[in-house]
């Protein structure tokens, strides 16, 4: 049984028992919604996504390319790669650096 959680994105096909997943657990989604690429998935059930965004200094009055890195929990009845394009919406922390969890993998 999947549970809503009022965003539109495409529920995972699987079933999973993790308590941490917006779908089958107890998990509440708030707050921000992030876009990002996959960059690295050497943890168990963590991700670090890469977020670019452009950064203006006045001084120069141009922009520069800002990066900042982002960990996210992977529930398990979604598959993530590193060089994915997922969407993760904002929760509660789930331990001291991740505060993010993946809601859908996006081509």
């Known amino acids: 049984m999947t549970r ?4 539109k994105v495409k529920e995972p ?3 999973c028992e993790d308590k941490n997943c917006p779908f089958h657990g ?3 989604i708030r707050g921000k ?7 690295g998935s050497k943890a168990k059930q963590t991700i670090t996504l890469q977020k670019d965004a452009p950064v203006y200094f006045n001084k120069f009055k ?3 390319r800002g990066k900042s890195s982002i960990h996210a929990h992977v529930p398990g ?3 993530v790669e590193s060089g994915d394009n997922v969407l993760t919406a ?4 789930i331990s001291k650096s991740v505060s993010y969890v993946v809601v859908e993998v996006r081509s």
């Not at 809503?4 to 965003?7: A, H, P, V």
């Open 33 to 39: 919604l992030f876009d990002g690429k996959v960059t």
């Open 13 to 15: 096909k699987r079933e």
């Open 77 to 79: 009845c979604i598959d």
């Open 4 to 7: 809503n959680i009022g965003l």
């Open 90 to 93: 904002e929760c509660r922390p």
């Open 26 to 28: 107890e998990l509440a």
């Open 62 to 64: 141009r922009y520069a």
